[in-house]
């Protein structure tokens, strides 16, 4: 019996322990993605939502990755299973909630895909949760940190990788959201042609995608009075909810700069303002790169890193 096949009948056999489980699902994390993956493909055939092309492969490999997380999260606790019918019995349940993310037709446009894209990768990534601020809202670096009052210690915390961002995370993010080159320079164009009407779908996507995202940390998840946020801001404490939930919620972010408006008035009121590529000294950045690289997310060290909560 070869590797994978041995591997594919341990998957289907029952585990009877955590660390059998932990130790399996590690071993056979391609194993589990490639199911995963094609789970999500099936669904989006059958639902009409398929096409057959390098866009919907990566669509269908994100959505792997994250069915994929969920099992391993919830795994440990259902132990004993048979991790292959554990994994295809949370999927179903999944894709048969009344609403998940992927029922959202609009998320699958280009620009529904970038959102989408760019906010689930904040959610494992500060570098990218911190981009947030300049991709929807245009706010460079020393206008964070002056909106979230944040004082040097934490903007060098936040902000102490961010270079990585420029030069290989912003790539990754759009490679895993299934958005070529050619589709970001159609959304460039829309901007540029119809700016009003490309704002308001924006606008719409993003608190559809935020809302969504925003669960996937309960802590910092509900929204503050004004008043609390002004507490929050007077008595200076909570860097960590500030600058978690304001880059993930439109509604809050208005409020504290509503709130703070007098500390900074050379800075215009949080309006979307979309910039697809990071900003660059030395030219604007392509995806050339993922052209070529094309389909390249099976390797099972990438599903290994993107599977690392930390907080790369
Ligand atoms: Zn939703
Ligand atoms: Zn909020």
């Known amino acids: 019996m070869g590797e994978r096949q041995l591997l594919s009948t341990r998957l289907s056999t029952l585990v009877s322990t955590v660390e059998e489980f932990d130790r399996l699902a590690a071993e056979a994390l391609p194993e589990l993605l490639d199911r995963a993956t094609g789970h999500a493909r099936r669904f989006l055939r059958e639902t009409g939502q398929w096409a057959d092309d390098i866009s919907h492969e990566k669509l269908a490999l994100r959505w792997g ?3 994929l997380e969920r099992f391993l999260v919830s795994g440990r606790t259902e132990v004993p299973c048979r991790p292959f019918f554990l994994l295809d019995s949370i999927i179903a349940k999944y894709f048969s909630q009344p609403e998940p993310l ?9 620009l529904g895909r970038f959102l ?15 981009a947030l601020f300049y991709h929807l809202y245009g706010f460079g670096q020393g206008q964070v940190v002056r909106i979230l009052g944040l004082g040097t210690v934490e903007s060098q915390r936040v902000y102490k990788n961010f270079e990585r961002w420029r030069q290989t995370g912003w790539q990754r993010a759009v490679a895993e959201s299934g958005v070529s080159e050619m589709e970001l320079r159609q959304i460039e164009e829309d901007k540029h042609r119809q700016p009003e009407r490309l704002k308001a779908e924006a606008d719409r996507l993003i ?8 669960r996937s940390e309960p802590e910092h998840f509900p929204c503050l009075t004004h008043q609390k946020w002004a507490d929050l801001f007077e008595q200076d404490y909570d860097f960590d909810y500030r600058v978690w939930h304001l880059a993930m919620c439109r509604d809050c972010l208005v409020d504290v700069y509503e709130l703070r408006q007098d500390e900074l008035t050379d800075i215009q009121s949080p309006q979307i303002d979309l910039r697809l590529r990071p900003l660059q000294k030395g030219g604007i950045v392509s995806l050339f790169w993922t052209q070529q690289g094309g389909g390249n997310g099976h390797s099972g060290g990438q599903s290994a890193q993107r599977l690392s909560r930390t907080s790369a």
């Open 65 to 67: 990755y994250e069915l």
């Open 102 to 110: 992927c029922y959202h037709k609009d998320l699958l446009s280009p």
């Open 116 to 130: 989408e894209g760019m906010t689930s990768r904040a959610v494992v990534s500060r570098d990218a949760l911190m």
């Open 207 to 214: 608190r559809l995608v935020q809302t969504h995202y925003r």
